[in-house]
T-cell receptor, first 117, second 112 residues
Framework: AQSVTQPDIHITVSEGASLELRCNYS??????LFWYVQSPGQGLQLLLK??????LVQGIKGFEAEFKRSLSSFNLRKPSVHWSDAAEYFC???????????????FGQGTILTVHP | SAVISQKPSRDICQRGTSLTIQCQVD?????MFWYRQQPGQSLTLIAT?????????ESGFVIDKFPISRPNLTFSTLTVSNMSPEDSSIYLC?????????FGQGTRLTVV
């Protein structure tokens, strides 16, 4: 069975500092990987996704993530954090197989990001 | 991108009662998905709803507790039956369009 681990429950950074959120997955084949952000009172918003090809993917809001097959990781990074980035971040994995697989996701536990001014 | 509306956005319910959550999508979609997010937890898939057939439930979720309807390609409902405080969660509707999954704002349910 597929699984996702986000080792850090809560991370605090200062505004302007760099950020890296960790994500490790377990999946029997090439996974489809996603990062979502959930702000208080908001739904989930997709930051970026990886299916194949270039292992460094760019997303919205200045985020990027790197797929490392050897480490089974898909860490999310941002070079300079803004106060508005404070939210909860979820890593998710889905499998190949077509449209339903993009919606049938396994989520990690989430990482809450706090940004200090 | 798909726009998903969920109703109600929140509710407080008495134990033993049932609540039906509605999910409306602004485009026709084949599959709709229902997730639960318990307090301080991640999202867990409850079931996949395909129009014209019974929903497919994930391990740990049963139809008697979470009956789902899918009358057409833009609408689905999830009922949380015979509620207990353990059912207090956020319930989210999701659809996949292309290579992306879209989520509703969620329904925050508190059972007292």
């Amino acid at each position: 069975a597929q699984s996702v681990t986000q080792p850090d429950i809560h991370i605090t950074v200062s505004e302007g500092a760099s950020l890296e959120l960790r994500c490790n997955y377990s999946y029997g084949a090439t996974p489809y990987l996603f990062w979502y952000v959930q702000s208080p009172g908001q739904g989930l918003q997709l930051l970026l996704k990886y299916f194949s090809g270039d292992t460094l993917v760019q997303g919205i809001k200045g985020f990027e993530a790197e797929f490392k097959r050897s480490l089974s990781s898909f860490n999310l990074r941002k070079p300079s954090v803004h106060w508005s980035d404070a939210a909860e971040y979820f890593c998710a994995v889905g499998g190949p197989g077509g449209g339903t697989s993009y919606g049938k996701l396994t989520f990690g536990q989430g990482t809450i990001l706090t940004v200090h001014p | 991108s798909a726009v998903i509306s969920q109703k109600p956005s929140r509710d407080i319910c008495q134990r033993g009662t049932s609540l039906t959550i509605q999910c409306q999508v602004d485009s026709q979609v084949t599959m709709m998905f229902w997730y639960r997010q318990q307090p301080g937890q991640s999202l867990t898939l409850i079931a996949t709803a395909n129009q014209g057939s019974e929903a497919t439930y994930e391990s740990g979720f049963v139809i008697d507790k979470f009956p789902i309807s899918r009358p057409n390609l833009t609408f689905s409902t999830l009922t949380v039956s015979n509620m207990s405080p353990e059912d207090s969660s956020i319930y989210l509707c999701s659809v996949s369009e292309g290579t992306e999954a879209f989520f509703g704002q969620g329904t925050r349910l508190t059972v007292v």
